[in-house]
């Protein structure tokens, strides 16, 4: 079985200063991970995603993210935060193999930006 | 705008009553997924289709539940006798590839937001 733990369930950070979420995983096997936003009454949006290549992932609107192994961890990150990235982002795991039949989400981390 | 839509968006409802909720997702995409999401917490899995083949349904899809995908487009889920536990937002996901293919991406509608009174 595999199970994300996000470790902050609210972040404020001022415009312009850099955010982190925090993400910890468990899973059996190397894992699928995923971050994803969601904005208010608009749809999960994926927004990066781990597939076993490199370790550190790009995704849109300059977040980025670093797979740890040693640390089971998985944090998103960006240089300088921006209103429009005021949002709910969730982690979300899901078994190699298979196919991401299942995708296990966290229980997401509201990011709120203060101008 | 990912391309999965879903109606209605908004529905209220009284106990006991039956609701009926459709998604159809990118045309040529096989694989259909339903999920729930309670206020405060992530979504969680209900069930997937490939085509028009239910392949897993989670223990949360009780007997009141039903979902279906007849001609491997779109997909309703009904929800018979409903119960004020079931408010919640429906999210509905799809994808392509083929099996292999794990990384594809899900891409999920807008949801459809439940109320039972």
């Known amino acids: 079985a595999q199970s994300v733990t996000q470790l902050d369930s609210h972040v404020s950070v001022s415009e312009g200063t850099p955010v982190l979420l925090r993400c910890n995983y468990s899973s059996s096997y190397s894992p699928s991970l995923f971050w994803y936003v969601q904005h208010p009454n608009k749809g999960l949006q994926l927004l990066l995603k781990?597939?076993?290549?490199?370790?550190l992932v790009k995704g849109i609107n300059g977040f980025e993210a670093e797979f740890k192994k040693s640390e089971t961890s998985f944090h998103l990150t960006k240089p300088s935060a921006h209103m429009s990235d005021a949002a709910e982002y969730f982690c979300?795991?899901?078994?190699?193999?298979?196919?991401?039949?299942?995708?296990?989400f966290g229980t997401g981390t509201r990011l709120t930006i203060i101008p | 705008d990912t391309g999965v839509s879903q109606n209605p968006r908004h529905k209220i409802t009284k106990r006991g009553q039956n609701v009926t909720f459709r998604c159809d997702p990118i045309?040529?995409?096989?694989?259909l997924y339903w999920y729930r999401q309670t206020l405060g917490q992530g979504p969680e899995f209900l069930t997937y289709f490939q085509n028009e083949a239910q392949l897993e349904k989670s223990r949360l899809l009780s007997d009141r539940f039903s979902a279906e995908r007849p001609k491997g487009s779109f997909s309703t889920l009904e929800i018979q006798r409903t119960e004020q536990g079931d408010s919640a937002m429906y999210l509905c996901?799809?994808?392509?590839?083929?099996?292999?293919?794990?990384?594809?991406?899900?891409?999920f509608g807008p949801g459809t937001r439940l109320t039972v009174l």
């Open positions: 996901a799809s994808r392509g590839g083929v099996a292999g293919a794990p990384r594809d991406t899900q891409y």
């Open positions: 979300v795991v899901t078994p190699p193999l298979f196919g991401n039949e299942k995708l296990t």
């Open positions: 045309s040529e995409h096989n694989r």
């Open positions: 781990y597939t076993s290549a490199a370790t």
